[in-house]
């Protein structure tokens, strides 16, 4: 009914080539990101900021870098943590080791060192695949707890061992508050989800999805493996290196390397398998799966208990909401394997054709 | 079974049954695992972690080989503990979270199959 597509034809190279070809999807996306500027930042409470909405953004934009190798490019990594942990830490190091460095730019290179540990990591994808590289990343992701616990070096031989983030600071306006914090994440996460969005369906995402669906027959067909592997490690890692950075500096503020721990990297797996791998749409949708359910759980567990008329504990309702949050998992891999993301094409689909069923 | 669920459904293997008995088996080696070392070393909730340990292991050793996982073990329990005792002090101790993962990764970089693995032979 509303969202037809007959009529809107495409009479140049550019109107079919665009991000959103359906224009309702196009008005849509601008109503949210208007919303997301405008609206939120006028409604939400202090709490909300901090316990939902920042966490939301820096994990969308982690799980939308590690759905870019391991969705688009079928290598999966258990190591994210660690490639956001090299990018926390490196904008650490730079903000405070070079005077007057701006808070952009020490992200950036944040960024930039992920890069570079994340390609030399992903030097085992050109030779195995599968649960060996999930091995292999599972290396990185050891291997980066160690360092950052051991050497000194990359907390400036501070003795109690954690990172503090400076004071946050952008073209010399503070921006400590929530709503500059929020307004900053949700900046970088639309930039980065737009380039990523393009990235996907450029020459190199179709290398990409190419190697995914049979590296042999891609390389027989002209893709070269070490490029494609590679330029997705160095993407993935990127994107991953700049969500460490804001993860550190806009919601922890101060962190000890196990603040990147193997959780973490099952955490961003669950999220991009939940959400829907090879999607970048489904990244938001795990990561707000990950992020807001528990957070509902938690609120609603002692409500419901109340409605049955038994009194329920803060550590029983902790622990029950671990198990249900586990049953929802599998739960909704068994109903739909292919992701929440899946769910929301069908959807789509479905409201095409509506009112008739086919 | 593993190579083909599709072709080994169409072949008469009776796929839930397999699957069945493949889980029952796992979880009984796992649980002889579990309690020796629980007996050794005690148990607690951290034991979670020690499963992950284990992927070095039959990497190391090559999937699809019960001797593999054998020698595999072998290699990284003392090599884990070796590594710590020599190489540690020059890079500051506790190394042997790693190690075993890095030994596996530098191995596959030149054995991709492990060392007792079956042949990988690709095929389009």
Not at chain 1, 333 to 353: D, F, N, Y
Not at chain 2, 3 to 14: E, K, L, M, N, T
Not at chain 2, 16 to 27: E, N, Q
Request: hydrophobic share 55%; aromatic share 14%.
């Amino acid at each position: 009914m509303f969202y037809r597509e007959n009529g809107q034809f495409k009479t140049s190279y550019r109107a079919d080539q665009q991000i959103f070809p359906i224009s309702q999807d196009r008005i849509a996306v601008l109503a949210i990101l208007a919303f997301a500027f405008i609206g939120v930042p006028l409604l939400a409470s202090e709490y909300l900021f901090n316990a939902i909405l920042i966490p939301f953004l820096v994990m969308s934009l982690a799980a939308l870098g590690l759905n870019l190798l391991s969705g688009y490019c079928g290598q999966i990594s258990l190591g994210g943590a660690a490639f956001m942990a090299v990018g926390a830490y490196g904008a650490y190091n730079f903000i405070m080791r070079v005077p007057g460095m701006p808070l952009p730019l020490a992200l950036l290179l944040g960024g930039v060192c992920a890069t570079v540990f994340g390609v030399f990591f992903g030097l085992p994808s050109l030779r195995v695949r599968g649960l060996y590289l999930a091995v292999a990343t599972l290396a990185a992701q050891f291997f980066a707890d160690w360092v950052f616990l051991r050497n000194k070096w990359f907390t400036l031989d501070n003795a109690s061992g954690s990172a503090a983030a400076p004071h946050l600071e952008l073209l010399g306006q503070s921006i400590q508050g929530d709503v500059p914090r929020y307004l900053f994440c949700l900046t970088v996460l639309v930039i980065l989800a737009l380039l990523s969005k393009n990235l996907v369906r450029s020459a190199i995402g179709r290398e990409w999805m190419a190697m995914r669906d049979m590296d042999v027959a891609a390389a027989v067909i002209g893709i070269r493996p070490m490029y494609a592997k590679l330029s997705a490690f160095a993407v993935s890692s990127f994107v991953l290196g700049i969500a460490g950075g804001l993860w550190g500096f806009f919601y922890l503020g101060a962190w000890e390397p196990a603040a990147f721990s193997l959780d973490l990297s099952l955490k961003l797996l669950f999220m991009v398998i939940i959400g829907g791998l090879g999607s970048i749409m489904g990244s938001f949708f795990g990561a707000a799966f990950i992020v807001v359910l528990p957070f509902a759980l938690n609120q609603f567990l002692p409500w419901v208990a109340s409605l049955f008329g038994f009194m329920i504990t803060t550590t029983a309702a902790s622990h029950t909401e671990l198990m249900i949050f586990g049953v929802l998992i599998c739960w909704f891999l068994i109903v739909e394997p292919h992701g929440l993301a899946r769910l929301w094409s069908t959807g789509k689909q479905k409201m095409r054709v509506w009112p008739f069923p086919h | 079974m593993a190579d083909d669920h599709q072709a080994a459904q169409s072949v008469g293997i009776p796929l839930s049954r397999i699957w069945f008995i493949v889980w029952c088996v796992a979880g009984v080696v796992a649980l002889v695992a579990g309690m020796i070392w629980g007996s050794k070393l005690g148990v607690q909730f951290s034991l979670a972690t020690l499963a992950l340990r284990a992927l070095p292991v039959v990497i190391l050793g090559g999937l699809t080989s019960v001797p593999g996982a054998i020698v595999g073990g072998l290699i990284i329990g003392v090599g884990e503990k070796l590594s710590e005792v020599y190489l540690g002090p020059f890079v500051g101790g506790g190394i042997e979270i790693w190690f075993a993962y890095v030994l596996s990764l530098v191995f596959l970089l030149f054995r991709p199959q492990g060392l007792f693995g079956e042949k990988i032979i690709d095929r389009v």
